[in-house]
């Protein structure tokens, strides 16, 4: 049966990539998506989760603005070097025609939750401010919602924007704080998941013998993406961190799940933004999420580039 999901999202390179394989995924029916400030500004999310819909013809769908700030900490590292000053990479979009609902991102999630309890799963794929105040606001979507699946966090892994912590998280701890201990349904896509999920300079030239505006957007939109990891990672290609979680639901036997109680580090210290699993059971905590320990990495990336080949196919230059 098709799923109904919202992407909670701060386009970003690979948040965009996400967009485009949800709209080529017959699994999935993207019903919205709500924008936060994170790997860049308010404006510029907002800007590009509109601008991406309609490279891939998909303007009907609803983009309702959000947080430009998170809860409590200052704004933390930009994402400008991992994705460009625009967010798109080397990828130059036409400014949308197309405009955000007049709500607010939290309210808008409000109300599509409530209006149909157990219906909508959401995915967060940037730091998670509106959902935390969505629950302030309205605590009973807790019960509403039918399942998250947060990108964020690394558990047995090391962190990418700290030592310790991954950028989602530590970008607002707070929020995840709240969200980690709502009661939601969560399944959390950590570092140890989508740093083994490699798209490559080969699978790129692969989809780009397609002649498509799609193509050659996941092309411009990944070079500056490449660019840092080939300096800071060593390696050519770059991590499809947010599209990976869409897997929970388009391919979910690619992924080696284990419950565990997990909390995160909002102590404001060296770990903040910390995400840590209570491996031994110490504290007695019953599990509060399932988190994807591995995953079979080639075959997501498989799956995504031959996604992204029919939707090329569909979507070509308008003469
Ligand atoms: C996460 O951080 C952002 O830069 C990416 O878009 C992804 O959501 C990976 O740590
Ligand atoms: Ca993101």
């Known amino acids: 049966m098709t799923k109904r999901i919202i992407i909670d999202t701060d386009p970003g390179v690979d948040d965009a990539l996400t967009f485009l394989l949800a709209l080529a995924s017959p699994e999935i029916q993207l019903e919205a998506l709500t924008t936060v400030c994170g790997n860049i500004g308010i404006d510029k999310t907002t800007r590009n989760a509109l601008a991406v819909l309609e490279l891939a013809h998909a303007s009907h769908i609803p983009v309702a603005r959000g947080c430009s700030l998170p809860l409590v900490s200052s704004p933390g590292k930009s994402g400008e070097v991992v994705h460009g000053t625009s967010g798109v990479g080397k990828a130059v979009l036409p400014e949308p025609k197309s405009q955000p609902v007049e709500q607010h991102a939290i309210d808008y999630l409000i109300e599509r939750i409530l209006a149909e309890p157990q219906e909508i799963t959401l995915f967060t794929i940037g730091p998670m401010t509106n959902l935390a105040l969505a629950i302030r606001k309205e605590p009973r979507i807790t019960q509403a919602l039918k399942e998250l699946v947060i ?20 970008a607002d701890p707070h929020a995840a704080h709240i969200v980690f201990h709502s009661g939601i349904p969560i399944t959390l896509i950590p570092l140890d998941a989508t740093y083994k999920c490699l798209l490559t300079v080969a699978d790129v030239e692969r989809l780009n013998r397609i002649d ?25 290609g770059c991590a499809l961190h947010d599209p990976l979680t869409l897997a ?27 995400t840590f699993a209570d491996f031994m059971k110490i504290s007695k905590k019953p599990a509060n999420m399932k988190v994807a320990l591995d995953v079979r990495g080639r075959d997501f990336i498989e799956l995504f580039i031959e996604r992204m080949e029919t939707l090329s196919r569909s979507i070509q230059d308008s003469t």
């Not at 990108?151 to 530590?170: D, R």
């Not at 957007?217 to 060593?234: P, Q």
């Not at 690619?254 to 903040?272: L, M, Q, R």
């Open 212 to 236: 498509s505006p799609i193509a050659r957007f996941v092309r411009d939109a990944t070079a500056t993406y490449m660019d840092f990891y080939k300096k800071y990672e060593g390696f050519d």
């Open 151 to 170: 990108m964020g966090g690394a558990i047995k892994q090391g962190g990418n924007v700290t030592p310790l912590a991954e950028f989602n998280i530590h």
């Open 248 to 274: 929970a639901i388009i391919a979910p036997e690619i992924f080696t799940y284990e419950e565990h109680h997990i909390d995160v580090d909002i102590s404001g210290g060296v770990s903040n933004g910390n």
